[in-house]
């Protein structure tokens, strides 16, 4: 917890500090965040992510303990697992127990055309679905087609989505273990095609980090702030990593 409150208040004054994003913390790792942000003292409240690992009973306690706190934290997203079904009154309950200013990221269980089901009564509900683009195991990283089907429902849903693991470079790789990750470039210009109705798929299996690039610059400002508006964020594990690649490639 020290290393990580210590990278995010650095890159929060440092020369990118525009790509930083939101300090994501499990609830129940909560007091132990608040211990650390009192030794430290921020000269501002962190933006908060409260990643709910406690179960949905736990989400009224864990937002109680955030708003207790507004010195250190600023509540600005609630993100949680679904149950496999994704019923009605769970997620009426999540929006009842999340504040009406916060937002709500739901990640539906993948597999079969239950999951894509989900993910529209997410946006139904209105929370952002959460896409897990990775993980420990090989059934933890989704497929180009099962990608490429995600992006069609959000991007005709009219609503932002979040993308989490396994997203660690800009294009997209096989690491040293065998596994194939996405990369977060791919799933940027994805997106755009999406929204214009070309060849998502192509932009997800690409591994051609200078065509990628290429698209992504000639992205008006329009299309860029539309793109913006669906893939509005992804969590990582670093902020160096990616900052680098976008350095390397010419996108910063």
């Known amino acids: ?19 930083m994003g939101l300090f994501l913390c499990p609830a129940s ?6 211990t650390e942000l009192i030794k430290v003292k921020p000269p501002k409240p962190i933006a908060l992510s409260l990643v709910i690992d406690t179960g949905l ?10 708003e207790s706190r ?3 934290l600023a509540l ?31 990640e539906p269980r993948r597999g079969g055309s239950e999951w894509l089901d989900g993910v529209r009564r ?6 952002w679905p959460k896409l897990r683009c990775g993980g420990l195991s090989q059934e933890n990283f989704p497929s180009v087609d099962e990608v490429a089907d995600f992006l069609s429902v959000v991007s005709g849903g009219g609503v932002a989505f979040k993308a989490t693991a396994g997203l660690h470079k ?23 095609r999406s929204l214009s109705g070309r060849d998502v798929r192509e932009a997800l299996a ?13 992205l008006s400002d329009q299309a860029a702030h539309a793109v913006r508006g669906v893939f509005a964020s992804y969590g990582s594990c670093s902020l160096a990593e990616p900052i680098a690649d976008l350095e390397e490639l010419g996108l910063l």
């Open 1 to 19: 917890m020290p290393d990580a409150v210590r990278g995010h208040l650095d890159g929060r004054v440092g020369e990118w500090s525009g790509v």
């Open 29 to 34: 790792r909560l007091a132990e965040l608040i």
């Open 57 to 66: 009973g736990g989400v009224p306690k864990a937002v109680s303990i955030v």
């Open 70 to 72: 507004s010195e250190l």
């Open 76 to 106: 600005r997203m609630v993100e949680m697992p679904a149950p496999s079904d994704v019923d009605e009154v769970w997620l009426e309950r999540v929006s009842e127990f999340v504040p009406e200013d916060v937002i709500r990221v739901v």
């Open 122 to 127: 997410v946006i139904e509900h209105g929370s």
């Open 170 to 192: 800009a294009v997209r790789h096989t690491d040293e273990q065998g596994f194939t990750h996405h990369g977060f470039l791919n799933l940027l210009v994805a997106t755009a």
């Open 206 to 218: 690409s591994t051609d980090a200078e065509a990628l690039t290429a698209e992504a610059k000639a």
